[in-house]
């Protein structure tokens, strides 16, 4: 690990736009990433709401060099920190951090370059912050901005609530002449509200940027054999890549990690049952190394700020929209392209209706669920774009069609299902409502199961009503039945289904029902694009990577950290072959330009 105590100079440049190009090598701001710098410039507060990836800490890190004094940073995840702190040194920036990790020594050296103006950013814990003596010494100092990140963590509807953070109204009662600057990705207005009260932003600018990550191509497919999907998706797309794959059980994770670590990938379980150490050790490996991956309950995930994961897959049903998007928005954070891939079936929906029934609090709070859930079997089953779905239930408008979904790119087809529909629901009628999917499918095809003589369901008018229909077809009606909700399963009855309200008018003829065609190969989802363009050199790319993982391992930082993947892509596509021209690839400013040019442009020429 490096010392966070180890200074470089501050950074003396003031124009936010020179310090973008220079140190952080970027072009050009992404909107509105100027307006909100130049309102922390002249001092005035801000409150962002921005998508996972939309480039957040730009907002903050370049008013604080731009402005004199450091800037100091909220943030809650101690682990974090080091990471961060590591990036801004690689572009030469003045970083650094306090918290309980640190010898006393270490502590001692970096208050004396905070006092000596050396710093430009510093990287605080809440806890930390609010103790005396951290204020006392933040008295002291001459400070140009306080950045809260994550500050959703300060409201109490979340599910990240910190108490820490409620303390730290102390910034505006304490030093009301330091602008300040919160920032989030969760949108909701009661959480902004409360951000907004809580930290007394009343006179906050609130830049509120679209929740669309464009990057992320959303894929949902049919479970039917979830491993071998998996196995396939995971061997044409993601041979090599960091990725996330969610289940519901800690049992699940771990063996599914078990069975891809024999088929050949570095898979590493984690979930809250493992000791501290042994997640502590997974989640370092993922962090820290390329292509590992992480089979994880939705413990895992909160705060992992690492921009390459190229994939986030789904072997169980999320249980809301909220919680799919917040997982699978942990996907290319750097901008590149992802993968959201998710299967699932109609044995998710029993299963996950049956833990809702038996979890603890009131009918209405099950009822929120059921809704909740709804809402997510919706977006699984529409024949539309998924991301303008995704989007229009965070209120937000987004054209019909994004080209970067599983139906936009291949579109479903649907037929008229009506009349399959009133055959499944009057067989469900006719049976009493007391019969499982496989039975009443025997029913409707006219199997002699001795189930069928024993209930003599053989003399019913629907028994052999649905031979047209195969039993795949058949489990298809029924599944979209259940999750668009004319059919509710009954779990006191291990999987009944039974009829609801909504059914009447499709049974009366008064409406008409149109359904997926679920075929075989759109089962599989049809492949999609690698990040890497067609026609890159492999050698090269590959000889790239190896050179960026000495540099890291040198120095103990992640890849990530020497060069984004995106940075090494335009690598292997333009191939500069001098320094002018590598100075122009993104992400490359003066002090990366000097330190590993000439590294890179010597694998460039060997690969020539
Ligand atoms: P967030 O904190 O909002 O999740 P980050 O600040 O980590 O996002 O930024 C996400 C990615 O976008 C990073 O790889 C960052 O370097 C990149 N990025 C941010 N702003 C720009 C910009 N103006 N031009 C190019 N890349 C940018
Ligand atoms: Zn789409």
Redesign the pocket.
């Known amino acids: 690990m490096s010392n966070p105590a180890a200074g470089s100079k501050k950074v003396l440049m003031k124009d936010p736009q020179q310090i973008?190009q220079h140190v952080?090598g970027?072009?050009?701001?992404?909107a509105p990433?100027d307006e909100i710098i130049s309102t922390l410039v002249d001092g005035g507060d801000v409150l962002v709401l921005?998508?996972?990836?939309?480039?957040?800490?730009?907002c903050y890190q370049i008013p604080a060099i731009a402005r004199e004094g450091v800037g100091v940073v909220i943030s809650p995840l101690i682990a974090l920190m080091q990471n961060q702190v590591d990036a801004l040194k690689q572009l030469g920036v003045s970083a650094t951090f306090l918290n309980s990790t640190l010898a006393f020594e270490t502590v001692h050296r970096i208050e004396q370059s905070l006092r000596q103006g050396e710093v430009d950013l510093l990287y605080l814990a809440p806890e930390r912050l609010v103790q005396p003596a951290t204020l006392a010494l933040l008295r002291e100092l001459d400070i140009s901005l306080f950045a809260i990140d994550e500050a959703h963590c300060v409201s109490q509807w979340g599910h990240d609530f910190r108490a820490d953070y409620l303390h730290l109204n102390i910034l505006a009662t304490e030093f009301p002449s330091v602008p300040r600057i919160a920032?989030t990705?969760t949108a909701d207005i009661r959480t902004r509200t409360e951000i907004v009260s809580r930290l007394s932003l009343d006179d906050a600018r609130q830049f509120i940027v679209g929740f669309d990550r464009p990057n992320i191509r959303y894929r949902i497919a049919l479970k039917t054999n979830p491993r071998q999907q998996l196995l396939q998706f995971l061997k044409n797309e993601h041979r090599n890549d960091a990725g996330i794959i969610y289940c519901l059980s800690r049992r699940k994770t771990e063996e599914t990690a078990t069975w891809l670590s024999q088929q050949g990938f570095e898979a590493l379980p984690y979930h809250a049952g493992l000791d501290s150490e042994t997640r502590a050790k997974n989640q370092a490996r993922f962090l820290n190394e390329e292509s590992i991956i992480i089979v994880a309950t939705i413990a895992f995930g909160m705060g992992i700020?690492k921009?390459d994961v190229r994939f986030v897959a789904h072997l169980d049903l999320p249980k809301t929209v909220e919680s799919y998007y917040q997982e699978t928005g942990r996907a290319g954070?750097?901008?590149e392209a992802a993968n959201a891939w998710l299967v699932y079936g109609l044995q998710d929906v029993i299963k996950l209706r049956q833990m809702m029934e038996n979890s603890e609090g009131s009918d209405e709070h099950k009822r929120a669920e059921q809704h909740r859930l709804n809402a997510m079997l919706g977006l699984c089953e529409i024949t539309s774009c998924r991301r303008h779905a995704l989007l229009r239930y965070f209120d937000e408008d987004s054209p019909e069609r994004c080209g970067n979904c599983d139906t936009c790119i291949d579109p479903v087809d649907t037929w008229d299902g009506t009349e399959a529909a009133q055959k499944a629901l009057s067989a469900v009628f006719r049976t009493d409502q007391r019969f499982g999917v496989n039975h009443l499918i025997d029913v409707l095809q006219g199997s002699k199961t001795e189930k069928i003589r024993q209930f003599e369901h053989d003399k019913l008018s629907t028994f052999g009503i649905g031979q047209t229909l195969d039993i795949n077809q058949w489990r298809s009606v029924f599944r979209q039945l259940v999750a668009r909700g004319y059919l509710s399963v009954d779990l006191e009855r291990y999987g009944a289904l039974r009829l609801e309200q909504k059914c009447r008018p499709l049974l009366k003829g008064e409406q008409q029902i149109e359904l997926r065609r679920d075929s075989g190969k759109k089962a599989v989802a049809r492949q999609t694009k690698t990040p890497l363009p067609e026609d890159i050199n492999v050698g090269l790319w590959e000889a790239l990577r190896e050179c960026r993982r000495l540099f890291a391992e040198a120095q103990g930082v992640p890849p990530y950290v020497i060069f984004?993947d995106?940075t090494l892509r335009e690598m292997a596509e333009q191939m500069p072959q001098n320094t002018s021209e590598f100075g122009l690839l993104?992400?490359v400013g003066e002090r990366k330009l000097e330190k590993y040019s000439e590294a890179f442009l010597a694998v460039i020429q060997e690969a020539l």
Do not use: E, I
């Not at 970027?26 to 992404?30: A, G, K, N, S």
């Not at 921005?50 to 730009?58: A, D, E, N, R």
């Open positions: 973008l952080f970027f072009p050009d701001f992404r990433q921005m998508p996972t990836g939309g480039g957040k800490s730009l920032l990705a700020d921009p954070r750097d901008g984004h995106k993104t992400g």
